[in-house]
T-cell receptor, first 114, second 115 residues
């Protein structure tokens, strides 16, 4: 296993379209996190899963955002009716429960909304 | 709520010299962890070093060390013998026990290494 992977790496879409991103964590990691990083800022927490359960959601996660981790393995993040303000890098990270403080990050998906 | 502040948007250092990146944080938690992450251009974020708040001894990883001042809520990163490959954005982050809310990051410091 080579680490956390994310797909696609880049996504360009038009305002109002729906987009979906995928994250594959390190195989034995049971915690999975989503972050958003805008230009010149540090990442901001969006949500996290422990196995298939979504345990926490940030106020940044509006109703247009939904995340799933159906079998406790990979996760998807969907943004409906995209807006220009959604343009950002979306980062995924994973960790083990017993080492929950050490998160391993994926390369991110860069979203551009035109 | 936790906050992390990095007051140096950019730092520059000569290759082989030592540089210190500053970070202050605020938390009401008694159990927390502090981290420095490195994000090279167009590459993924990697963990450089971490510090458990209950440990008094400063963490060290090869050329990287921290100065953890708990009372002052300060957590600086020292990079010794700077190398060209150290050039990157460096983010300070905090994490409280329990897993809620994920990591809280600062805005980052862009480190430039002058050859």
């Amino acid at each position: 296993d080579t680490g956390v992977s994310q797909d696609p790496r880049h996504k360009i879409t038009k305002r109002g379209q729906n987009v979906t991103f995928r994250c594959d964590p390190i195989s034995e990691h049971n915690r999975l996190y989503w972050y958003r990083q805008t230009l010149g800022q540090g990442p901001e927490f969006l949500t996290y899963f422990q196995n298939e359960a979504q345990l926490e959601k940030s106020r940044l996660l509006s109703d247009r955002f939904s995340a799933e981790r159906p079998k406790g393995s990979f996760s998807t993040l969907e943004i409906q009716r995209t807006e220009q303000g959604d343009s950002a890098m979306y980062l995924c990270a994973s960790s083990l429960v017993r080492h929950y403080n050490e998160q391993f990050f994926g390369p991110g998906t860069r979203l551009t909304v035109l | 709520a936790q906050t992390v502040t990095q007051s140096q948007p950019e730092m520059s250092v000569q290759e082989a010299e030592t540089v210190t990146l500053s970070c202050t944080y605020d938390t009401s938690e008694s159990d927390y962890y502090l981290f420095w992450y490195k994000q090279p251009p167009s590459r993924q974020m990697i963990l450089v070093i971490r510090q458990e708040a209950y440990k008094q001894q400063n963490a060290t990883e090869n050329r990287f060390s921290v100065n953890f001042q708990k009372a002052a809520k300060s957590f600086s990163l020292k990079i010794s013998d700077s190398q060209l490959g150290d050039a990157a954005m460096y983010f300070c982050a905090s994490y409280s026990g329990g897993g809620a809310d994920g990591l809280t990051f600062g805005k980052g410091t862009h480190l430039i290494i002058q050859p």
